[in-house]
T-cell receptor, first 115, second 113 residues
Framework: AQKVTQAQTEISVVEKEDVTLDCVYE???????LFWYKQPPSGELVFLIR??????QNEISGRYSWNFQKSTSSFNFTITASQVVDSAVYFC????????????FGSGTKLNVKP | DTAVSQTPKYLVTQMGNDKSIKCEQN?????MYWYKQDSKKFLKIMFS???????INETVPNRFSPKSPDKAHLNLHINSLELGDSAVYFC????????????FGDGTRLSIL
């Protein structure tokens, strides 16, 4: 079974604080793919990153970084020096090797960044 | 320039009516999807088409019928609308392959009175 858990329902931080959004996944596939999406208050879903299960290198893109750890089945997302524009709902998703493009989304974490 | 476009953006209608939502993508993708996002923001796959063929059909009432006239279009028709159908419906597209990111439209907010 495929499953994604985002235990943090809502997080509030003050601008310039660092914040980490947790994502824990379950899968029996040996090859799988993990994704993060951002849904700002305007409602659209924006693709942020994809990670393959065989590539455990962490990735940094500007203020965003992702920490993939197979040992703990986690793919956490850190925003450094958060800004008000980072306020959004963030979704983690999992796609297995054999389920033909089907994404399993977590329930999302709402991030509030206050000025 | 819009990559995945859905129309209409808002849909307000009475219970029992029939309505359609259209989706078009200009990304050259061969797989398209419909998702439902409920009031708690939970995203649930409804259907997926690959090259006009139905690939994923989750447990969705048969009042919902997708139609894919070609690879670039996936429409959703809903018969006999019910209060519980109120949600945001997202269309998405991708290339074939489980490693391919899905690109979403802006969503259609359906409100049933």
């Amino acid at each position: 079974a495929q499953k994604v858990t985002q235990a943090q329902t809502e997080i509030s931080v003050v601008e310039k604080e660092d914040v980490t959004l947790d994502c824990v996944y379950e899968t029996r596939d040996t090859t799988y793919y993990l994704f993060w999406y951002k849904q700002p208050p305007s409602g659209e879903l924006v693709f942020l990153i994809r990670r393959n299960s065989f590539d455990e290198q962490n990735e940094i893109s500007g203020r965003y970084s992702w920490n993939f750890q197979k040992s703990t089945s986690s793919f956490n997302f850190t925003i450094t020096a958060s800004q008000v524009v980072d306020s959004a709902v963030y979704f983690c998703a999992l796609s297995g090797k054999y389920n033909f493009n089907k994404f399993y989304f977590g329930s999302g974490t709402k991030l509030n960044v206050k000025p | 320039d819009t990559a995945v476009s859905q129309t209409p953006k808002y849909l307000v209608t009475q219970m029992g009516n029939d309505k359609s939502i259209k989706c078009e993508q200009n990304l050259g993708h061969d797989t398209m999807y419909w998702y439902k996002q409920d009031s708690k923001k939970f995203l649930k796959i409804m259907f997926s088409y690959n090259n006009k063929e139905l690939i994923i059909n989750e447990t969705v009432p048969n009042r919902f019928s997708p139609k894919s006239p070609d690879k670039a279009h996936l429409n959703l028709h809903i018969n006999s609308l019910e209060l519980g159908d109120s949600a945001v419906y997202f269309c998405a597209s991708s290339l074939t392959g489980n490693n391919q990111p899905q690109h979403f439209g802006d969503g259609t907010r359906l409100s049933i009175l």
